[in-house]
């Protein structure tokens, strides 16, 4: 993640985009550990998206400690801490209870496979394989799709008639394999790009259902965007934007045309804007939500929480019903009310 500019607002939208849908935009949010957290909070965060108009809730299958970004949250083991094939259902049954209380509040799980940050910091695929080698390892590649199989498949929502996730599209928007797939190595990523069309099919075969979309799971800004992933070959259908740098005009027209002609979609998966709080950090909000809203794409914002913001790190965190909150539920809103989206998200959304 790089440090965002404070940049003028505009305010004025682009004429239509060619290839338009009369479909609105939307807005949504991530979350990794949202599953973790107390009901109480669990409900405040779906309550606070559900008053901004948010349709989408990002989380993923990766492990975690207690106490996430100062949070409630309880510990939740992966789901191989105890070996690889040795699956351990916990954190997919916090998931069932996440997708159920999110869709009553009609809103949907983007739900990532696993993340790149587990991997770097050793679990039982980087200790295993490497982290290089965790995208080239037969043996690692073999033991991921089994993992994937089983998250979709062999895996059942006992709160949902005891349904594998594959036939949940009620309740799941889309996948993805991995959050930020090889982000910390950029020749590494373009190198093993396959890695991210291979796992995506591997996802694809095991989710029959088309309007569960299946997402790259983003890169490093204008990274993100590769004409790989535009190859009817690609089981990818969303191409997930992650942008830390306020530089869409750099590429973002060209990224949404490709896509439009690919028979594809785009949205911005990830972006965030620097705490403190503040007038300048309005003005930022505002101000990439404007460049965003002017191609007519979807976004989702990096990343909600529900306890006084903690300020670690690069800290994008807003709390609900927090600083900053009616910012961005007011900029939520307003993206809603676009209409002539560049894509037509509308069946994936549906409840």
């Not at 006992?158 to 949940?168: G, I, K, V």
Request: net charge negative; hydrophobic share 40%; proline share 3%.
């Amino acid at each position: 993640m790089l440090r965002l500019g404070t940049l003028t607002l505009s305010f004025f939208l682009l004429a239509p985009l060619k290839g338009a849908f009369a479909a609105n935009s939307f807005a949504g949010a991530s979350n990794y550990y949202a599953y973790a957290l107390p009901e109480s909070d669990r409900i405040a965060l779906l309550d606070g998206m559900q008053a901004a108009g948010m349709k989408v809730l990002r989380t993923w299958v990766s492990g975690q400690s207690a106490g996430q970004k100062g949070s409630d949250s309880v510990a939740v083991p992966d789901l191989e801490a105890n070996g690889i094939g040795n699956y351990d259902d916990t954190i997919l049954n916090l998931i069932d209870q996440l997708m159920v209380d999110a869709h009553a509040r009609g809103i949907k799980l983007l739900i990532g496979m696993y993340d790149q940050n587990s991997l770097q910091a050793g679990d039982i695929y980087g200790s295993t394989y490497g982290v290089e080698g965790f995208y080239t390892n037969a043996d690692a590649i073999n033991a991921f799709n089994q993992r994937i199989t089983h998250i979709l498949n062999i895996h059942k929502n006992s709160l949902l008639d005891d349904q594998p996730w594959s036939e949940l599209g009620g309740y799941v928007f889309g996948y993805e394999a991995q959050n930020e797939p090889m982000i910390f190595d950029q020749s590494f990523y373009l190198d093993h790009l396959s890695w991210i069309c291979n796992s995506a099919l591997q996802i694809r075969n095991n989710v029959g259902d088309t309007d569960q979309l299946i997402f790259t799971g983003g890169g490093s800004a204008a990274s993100s965007v590769q004409s790989t992933f535009f190859s009817s070959s690609c089981a990818i259908d969303v191409i997930a934007v992650h942008d830390y740098n306020d530089d869409y005009d750099s590429f973002m027209s060209s990224a949404v045309s490709q896509a439009q002609t690919a028979n594809k979609k785009l949205l911005v998966e990830e972006w965030g804007s620097l705490a403190p709080s503040g007038s300048a950090r309005t003005a930022n909000l505002e101000s990439n939500v404007q460049k965003i809203n002017n191609y007519k794409v979807p976004w989702f914002y990096w990343e909600l929480i529900t306890n006084p913001d903690p300020g670690e790190g690069q800290d994008y965190e807003i709390k609900v019903n927090g600083a900053d909150w009616d910012t961005l539920s007011g900029l939520s809103e307003s993206t809603a009310a676009i209409t002539n989206a560049a894509f037509d998200f509308s069946a994936s959304l549906a409840l």
